[in-house]
């Protein structure tokens, strides 16, 4: 009698067991994550979207920047003046979260299923934006990695 309970109580124990698999390996429904975001075009577009406002658009402000007019105190990069640092300064404290930010979504978008040229208008889109962080960062510094 002991040993039907032994065998019955095994064999609840396997059988609860391999239920929990269905349940630890599920996806999250209530978040975000790689498993459940990488999966449409829309997705894709959302992520590029939200880059849209780093780019500055033309001003007033931004032509004494430029060789479109040269102001009163001309900006020393402007003339070759500039030294730029080798370390310190401005390094450990610029912002380089749109460059990793850039580089995830290129480093996930294949996951995506659909249109072959809409991904790729996706993926162009975080191209530029990924070469204008690296412009604005050279011309900060005169080289990044």
Sequence with gaps: MKMKYTYLSLLAGMLLGFTACDVTNTVPEDAITDLNYWTKVADLKQFANSFYTSLSGPSQWLDDTSDNAVSNSPKDWLFNNAIVPGSGGEWATSNWANIRNLNYFLGRYQTVKGDEGEI???????RFFRAHEYFNKVKTFGDVP
């Design 120 to 126: 790729n208008q996706y993926v162009g889109e975080i």
